[in-house]
């Protein structure tokens, strides 16, 4: 089994920063990647960003390139969702996920084996 917590969110005004972490705890030894999901009230939860956690190569969906970074610590276990240039659009509860079957840098939920509880990012306009 393997435990994600994230922590990081909060309240920001419109241009500003935050930045999440995700620590796993666990199986860690086995996994392939780890991704960033979000939901807004009334839709689905969508793909943000994923890093190999080998070779640290990344992919973002075109809405947040250029403004959100992903990055990890292998010795802490922990992935991170450095958030610049904030929009209200970006208002949500992010997730972090762990890839341990190897589909490397999904963006589909079923790529995913556990799941954080998630973590409140709200932008104020």
């Known amino acids: 089994q393997v435990q994600l917590v994230e922590s990081g969110g909060g309240l920001v005004q419109a241009g500003g920063s935050l930045r999440l972490s995700c620590t796993a705890s666990g199986r860690t030894y086995s996994r392939y990647a780890m991704g960033w999901f979000r939901q807004a009230p009334g839709k689905e939860r969508e793909f943000v960003a994923t890093?190999?956690?080998?070779?640290?190569?990344?992919y973002y969906v075109d809405s947040v390139k250029g403004r959100f970074t992903i990055s990890r610590d292998n010795a802490k276990n922990t992935v991170y969702l450095q958030m610049n240039s904030l929009k209200p659009e970006d208002t949500a509860l992010y997730y972090c996920?762990?890839?341990?079957?190897?589909?490397?840098?999904?963006?589909?939920?079923?790529?995913?084996?556990?799941w954080g509880q998630g973590t409140q990012v709200t932008v104020s306009s």
């Open positions: 996920a762990a890839d341990h079957r190897g589909y490397g840098l999904g963006t589909d939920l079923y790529e995913y084996d556990y």
């Open positions: 890093i190999k956690w080998r070779g640290g190569s990344t």
